[in-house]
């Protein structure tokens, strides 16, 4: 293992995309350890009430981080790192937008689970949202259940992500990590 070499140009990500990434992947890890599992029974009871509504209200704040965050890369794009191979930045962009799509599709699938389920968002300290789509149980619970995969795909995939940064910096010794940390 080395240290990073000094004195290397870094082109780094904006401060507003580097906020949105830090900011996101507190909120996801928070998110993910504060999920209520179990049964429907166990999610809705009131004894769940604190936990299940600090998780949507995480949840649907990552959601809505995402969406922002994708408008804002069309008109702020990522850095490119010319440096590396082409199958490692093709290996990156694969990952990337694996990530975008799960940090759109956990969320999604959770809102529309819940509504087809007949129960109304719960966000702390936000109110009830009720349902703005007709009962469908069966496809709800089914929803519900394909969230809590994504929720546990969307966390392997950001820990794997995480660590092939980590590779990067200490063994490459490249500016890929670093072109996400704060600096000018
Ligand atoms: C990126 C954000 C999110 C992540 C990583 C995430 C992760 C998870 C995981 C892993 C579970 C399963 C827990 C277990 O079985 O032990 C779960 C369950 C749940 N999540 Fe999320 N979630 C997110 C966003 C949301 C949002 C936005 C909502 C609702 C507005 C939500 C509502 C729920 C509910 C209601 C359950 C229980 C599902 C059931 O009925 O079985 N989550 N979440
Ligand atoms: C839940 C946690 C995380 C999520 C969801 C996540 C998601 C993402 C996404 C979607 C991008 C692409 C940004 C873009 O091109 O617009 C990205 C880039 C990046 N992330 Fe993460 N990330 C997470 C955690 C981490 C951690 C813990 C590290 C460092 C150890 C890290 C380091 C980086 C770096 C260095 C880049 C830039 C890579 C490049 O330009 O090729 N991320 N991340």
């Known amino acids: ?69 994708l408008c804002w890369r ?13 199958w490692m930045e093709f290996g990156a962009r694969l990952g990337h ?18 509504w087809l389920e007949g129960h109304p968002l719960t966000p702390l300290g936000a109110g009830d949202i009720r349902p703005w789509l007709a009962p469908s149980r069966e496809l709800g619970l089914s929803l519900a259940d394909i969230h809590g995969w994504l929720g546990d795909v969307l966390i392997w995939l950001a820990g794997a992500h995480a660590a092939v940064a980590l590779y990067h910096h200490f063994w490459r010794r490249d500016t890929v990590l670093m072109s996400m940390l704060p600096g000018r």
Do not use: C, K, Q
Not at 7 to 28: E, K, N, P, Q
Not at 31 to 42: L, P, T, W
Not at 98 to 113: E, H, R, S
């Open 74 to 86: 069309i008109f702020v794009p990522p850095p490119s790192h010319p440096e590396l191979p082409a």
């Open 1 to 69: 293992m080395h240290a990073p070499l000094p004195g290397r140009l870094i082109v780094h990500y904006s401060a507003t995309a580097r906020l949105f990434h830090w900011i996101t992947a507190l909120l996801v890890v928070v998110a993910y350890i504060v999920s209520v599992g179990g049964r429907e029974a166990r999610v809705y009871s009131s004894a769940s009430d604190f936990e299940r509504g600090l998780h949507e209200l995480l949840g649907l704040t990552v959601f809505a981080l995402t969406l922002a965050r």
């Open 97 to 114: 937008w694996a990530l975008y799509g799960l940090l759109v599709l956990t969320p999604l699938t959770a809102i529309l689970g819940a």
